[in-house]
């Protein structure tokens, strides 16, 4: 069975950093795209970022440009999101998820069950 | 970015009730590139079709999938009173790859 773990948030002033960490099991790390989504108290779903099985090919969304920067492990089967100058904005649980592609079809088919980070002063 | 509208905002329905439930897009998206996920309150988002119309492991079939070009629909046969969730669209015809703003399915 696929497991998904999160861990790394908490409370930050704004301007400020954390580093989110995925770790996996029962599944090949190093086969699958990973990507990290977020969710803000009381919204929807926003994808934030992924990176592809080797960490050579990378996309964020507009919003964490230049501020958030997604990296992998895979000798230590984690996924990773390191969140620079925080914005009140950022305040979330970010779920990492698997990226599943099946005849060029692509879902998230695996979640963690989040981690919450807090921007606030 | 291609923003996915979804309709109704909140559905009120019944056990046993046909709920149907549409995402919109801006653009054309392919079939291929859209995915619907289930989410309970404080529970992770959980696969329930890729590609519109491909249901995921263990998803039940009393729900269904469709849809192509801007129009996509999820439709739950008789809902089940496991079924009152939000529900999410996502597209992945191009990134950034944007979520709809969800469907709360609540009981009536």
């Known amino acids: 069975e696929v497991y998904l773990v999160e861990s790394g948030g908490g409370l930050v002033q704004p301007g400020g950093s954390l580093r989110l960490s995925c770790a996996a099991s029962?599944?090949?790390?190093?086969?699958?795209?990973m990507t990290w989504v977020r969710q803000a108290p009381g919204k929807g779903l926003e994808w934030v970022a992924n990176?592809?099985?080797?960490?050579?090919?990378?996309s964020y969304v507009g919003s964490v440009k230049g501020r958030f920067a997604i990296s992998r492990d895979n000798v230590k089967k984690s996924l990773y999101l390191q969140m620079n100058s925080l914005r009140v904005e950022d305040t979330a649980v970010y779920y990492c998820a698997r990226e599943w592609m099946v005849r060029g079809v692509r879902s998230f088919d695996s979640w963690g069950q989040g981690t919450l980070a807090t921007v606030s002063s | 970015e291609i923003v996915l509208t979804q309709s109704p905002g909140t559905l009120s329905l019944s056990p046993g009730e046909r709920a149907t439930l549409s995402c919109r897009a801006r653009l054309s998206v392919s079939s291929s590139s859209l995915a619907w996920y289930q989410q309970k309150p404080g529970q992770a988002p959980r696969l329930l079709f890729y590609g519109a119309s491909s249901r995921a492991t263990g998803i039940p079939d009393r729900f269904s999938g469709s849809g192509s070009g801007t129009d996509f629909t999820l439709t739950i046969s008789r809902l089940e009173p496991e079924d009152f969730a939000v529900y999410y669209c996502q597209q992945f015809h191009s990134s950034p790859y944007t979520f709809g703003q969800g469907t709360k399915l609540e009981i009536k």
């Open positions: 029962g599944f090949t790390f190093s086969k699958y795209w």
């Open positions: 990176i592809n099985e080797g960490g050579s090919e990378i």
